[in-house]
Structures are given as structure tokens and as C-alpha cells.
């Protein structure tokens, strides 16, 4: 019985994996920001909590889809180089000290793409199969 359980927690680790290496992220921002393009730094300057605005000026409110979404780890692992759980960890000092708060956590890509669209300092990250036209893409994470 344990064997067949290593094998299941392994097969689902690979397929986990397999799925991190090939998702096509994408970040967005309001169709509205001034904002047109980011590169990878500038993202996970924000993501880390280390800027709280957009290269061009304005501030920047990020959105996080939750721990359990392979969309993230594919995001923080291409994006920071990092993984979730240290990202997580940076986090948790940061707010600790009283230096910033955690980017605001949706439940799924519709709800991040929701508040992206409706928020003009926002940015977030979803699927590119999910961008539309209620978002500006200024990043392709492939």
C-alpha cells in the first residue's frame, strides 16, 4: 500500500511539474494604466515586495492567485526564480516588520482578472489562454 502511494505522490509531482514547466502565464494591468510594458525584474520587484509602484510612476496593487495554484508556481518560478513557499517566506518578514502588506489573494484567474479590470493601479497574473480584452497584457511568461 505505501508503494502504491509513493508511486501515486510521484506521478502527481511529475504531472505538476510537467504542467509548471509548460503554462503560458501572462501578467496584466487596467486597459487603462499608462503602463504598456514589464520586464521579468520589474514584476518580481513587486511580487517581492521590494516596489510598490509601476516603473512609470502610479502605485501598484498585485493580485496573487492562491498557494495551491500550479498558475502561481509557474509565475514565481519563471518570474522571481523562486518558489512559492519562499516567496511566502519573504512575505512573512516583510509583514512582520511592518515594512508592506501581502499582495491581496483571489481565488481563481476570473476573480483576478475581475479586480484587474475594474482597479486601475492593479496587476496580476493569469493563464494567457484567460486574457482578454478587459486586460492590458504587458508580460508573456511562456
Known amino acids: 500500500m505505501l508503494q502504491v502511494a ?4 510521484a ?9 509548471v514547466a509548460q503554462a503560458q502565464v501572462v501578467v496584466i494591468v487596467n486597459p487603462s494604466s499608462s503602463t504598456s510594458t514589464l520586464n521579468a525584474d520589474q514584476v518580481a520587484n ?9 516603473p512609470g510612476g502610479g502605485s501598484a496593487v498585485p493580485a496573487n492567485l492562491p498557494e495551491t495554484s500550479p498558475t502561481r508556481d509557474a509565475f514565481f518560478s519563471k518570474v522571481t526564480g523562486k518558489q ?6 519573504i512575505w512573512s518578514r516583510l509583514v512582520f516588520s511592518g515594512k508592506a502588506a501581502p499582495p491581496k489573494e483571489f481565488a481563481s484567474t476570473a476573480e483576478v482578472k475581475k479586480f484587474v479590470s475594474s482597479t486601475p493601479d492593479a496587476i496580476g497574473y493569469i ?8 486586460v492590458k497584457v504587458v508580460l508573456s511568461v511562456d
Open 11 to 19: 506521478a502527481v509531482a511529475t504531472a505538476m511539474l510537467t504542467f
Open 46 to 54: 513587486i511580487y517581492l515586495g521590494k516596489s510598490n509602484s509601476m
Open 84 to 89: 512559492s513557499a519562499q516567496v511566502k517566506a
Open 6 to 9: 509513493k508511486k501515486v505522490g
Open 127 to 134: 493563464e494567457k489562454s484567460a486574457a482578454d480584452s478587459s
